[in-house]
């Protein structure tokens, strides 16, 4: 199975968080917030052989390390992963987001000239407005929308861009997620955690908890959980392909 979007680096204990992947073998995405922690990060889990690290600048740390654009621009040549990026539009977010467009527009322009990159993207209270982004940077790569909270109608534009969607066990315990989940097409699902921030009953997430979102999508799809396994493991495939 696969955790395609981790933050390896701020679990607070590192031997459990590194065990668990380790231990499950999935595909896991280790995610950055600032380009400074990509090189660390990296190292974190270089022996690692299903782990890959993503270099990323959090859309709510963005008009703070701005200045490390240039930073990103080096290391992008690094890795084919990117994350995690995008966009916040939540309160004590949304007075900066100048400075978060000039960061995910520069960064999607940056990928356009790779053409390979696999992207995770942030998308709170700012649905549309990242839509409108990957919309004018259709070759910046394969977009995942990581706990991707929105209308049927924005879910439908999204597909039409060739977006995949990566959902986690702690959406489960919202109805709003559920809903949004409920219209994803099986070929573009995939899993995440978005561990250590999201909680399971107040225990953080790790990738082996994963297996939840796989019952509860034999479930509702109706069919048995080997065949959601064999959808996932087929979904992953063609995302890396
Ligand atoms: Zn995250």
């Not at 680096?9 to 590192?14: A, F, H, R």
């Not at 595909?27 to 022996?47: D, H, I, K, M, Q």
């Not at 990117?82 to 527009?105: A, C, P, T, W």
Request: aromatic content about 10%; proline content about 5%; glycine content about 6%.
């Amino acid at each position: 199975m696969m955790d395609l979007h981790c933050h390896v680096d701020l679990y607070p204990d590192y031997n459990r968080i590194l065990e668990d992947i380790k231990s499950t073998g999935f595909y896991v995405l280790s995610v950055t917030t600032v380009p400074s922690a990509f090189e660390g990060t990296c190292n974190l889990t270089r022996n690692i052989k299903h782990c890959r690290t993503a270099l990323g600048l959090h859309p709510q740390l963005a008009h703070q390390r701005i200045n490390e654009l240039p930073l990103f621009d080096k290391l992008i040549p690094e890795t084919r992963y990117i994350g995690e990026i995008g966009l916040d539009g939540s309160r004590g977010y949304k007075d900066h987001f100048n400075d978060q467009l000039f960061v995910f527009n520069h960064i999607l322009k940056k990928c356009e000239s790779y053409g390979n990159k696999i992207l995770t993207i942030h998308s709170l209270n700012a649905v549309d407005e990242v839509l409108n982004c990957l919309g004018t940077h259709p070759k910046a790569g394969t977009a995942i929308l990581h706990w991707f909270l929105a209308t049927k109608k924005q879910v439908e534009k999204a597909i039409e861009l060739g977006c995949y969607f990566s959902i986690g066990p702690a959406m489960l315990s919202s109805n709003r997620a559920k809903k949004v989940i409920s219209w994803l097409p099986k070929n573009r699902v995939l899993l995440e955690t978005d561990g250590p921030f999201a909680k399971l009953e107040g225990n953080i997430v790790y990738p082996s908890n994963v297996i939840s979102v796989l019952t509860y999508l034999s479930d509702i799809w109706n069919i048995p959980y080997d065949e959601v396994r064999s959808v996932m493991k087929l979904n992953l495939v063609k995302l890396l392909k």
